[in-house]
């Protein structure tokens, strides 16, 4: 009930092929695509229900088996090679099913999905999955375990729906939970007197830049530049790829922004609480275990300051929700609130919407799908040739695997048009050896 409680966007494409058990020109593709679906629902049934709302910012996950929305679509007069470099496109948005939030939430289908056949034969898969209901491993497991039904293998691994592991519905704990609670107040704005101070209502673009693992490596070793020392890597361990460049990609924002140096900046971090918990949650825990948590500086001190700087930030914010104690404390202390609206993402409904949590200039938000298992969806013709997300907001940030399997990483970002040329120069020019 925190945090974005919109829908996740994804899309998956395959191309035509011969030699598959199932073919995607295949008269009755999407009357077994339904009927699968249907059958996985059976087992993943939260996804068929609806949130309901129950007052002061909380809603119910209402199982009430009103089903999810499938909508198809057709491309005939397009190919995907005319798509051509899909690692470099930024616009699937036509591939993914479109969420209506004008309507009310009690109403918003938890998942939708969107199968658009293209003139080669081939097929985009699109899914727009609510995140109030289910984080990234969740999502991934219902898809794979859809594929597994599609191609006749029956559910491998079925859902943990008790959502008693966390507490759900049961009162706090204690009434002074020993919890920051400047972890959950909103993200920096700008200063008054910097211009653009209504960031959200800039156009914005998408970008997706390569970074090879040399390149990784090299952000690496000026991130642990000054024979590691504990005060710059935290009793001597280096800073990890995701340490690494979501602060190189936190400094090159700022640089491109022209943020003032006394601007205070932050970088929200999304946590995953399943290991973290005593005792750890089931592997096959379905629904949204991830924290967002929060590394604050200055902007002149990201700027100025070594990477490394940036980097401990970073860590730090992470090992402050390394343990039980301080996840059972930011339960407790949400469950205390009186009203948790001023702790959900409004802006991925509506950008004119001016209260919540705002991860654009002077913020960014970085998701890391560095370690989720993102390739290999097979539903019975042949896995995919590529996967795709898309990112509307200043500040959405996303770190992806490169699709060759040579230790690449993607960092797709959405900024303000007048900012991303400056943030790409930066991005590439200030690796030094």
Known sequence: MIGAITHVPTVFFYRSSTSTRLRT?????????????????????????????????????????????????????????????????????????????????????????????????????????????????????????????????GIGTAPYLDRGVLRAGLPPVSRQPRFDPAEFQRPPVLLPDHAGAKPYHHETTVA?????????????????????????????????TYETLTAHTWRCACKARKLRPDQPTSVGVCVDSRRRTSPPLPDAYFGNAVLDVKAAALAGDVVARPLGFAAGKIRKAVEKADSSEFLSSAVDYLKNQPDLSEFQDFHAEDDDVDDGPFFGMPNLGVISWLRLPMVGLDFGFGKEVYMGSTHEFDGDTMLLPGRDGDGAIVVAICLRVDHMEAFKRCFYGDIVV
């Not at 695509?33 to 049934?45: C, E, G």
């Not at 997706?208 to 991130?223: C, G, R, S």
């Not at 590691?228 to 361990?237: A, E, L, N, Q, Y």
Request: proline share 5%; hydrophobic share 35%.
């Open 25 to 153: 020109t295949d008269s009755g593709l999407l009357d077994h695509l339904k009927d699968s679906l249907a059958r996985t629902l059976v087992k993943f049934y939260p996804l068929a229900g609806r949130l309901e709302p129950i007052g002061r910012g909380r809603f119910d996950l209402d199982c009430n088996g009103l089903g999810v929305l499938f909508i198809e679509a057709e491309a005939q007069t397009t190919s995907l090679d005319d798509l051509g470099d899909l690692s470099c496109c930024t616009d699937f948005q036509p591939l993914i099913p479109e969420v209506d939030y004008d309507r009310p939430i009690g109403e918003w289908p938890l998942l939708l999905v969107q199968v658009t056949k293209f003139g080669c034969g081939g097929i985009g898969l699109g899914f727009s999955i609510s995140h109030a209901v289910v984080d990234g491993l969740s999502a991934l497991h219902f898809k794979n375990e859809w594929a597994r039904v599609t191609r006749g293998e």
């Open 208 to 240: 997706k830049l390569k970074m090879t693992k040399t390149k990784v490596q090299m952000l690496k070793d000026m991130a642990n530049a000054g024979g590691r020392t504990p005060s710059s890597t935290f009793d001597g361990r280096p800073f990890s």
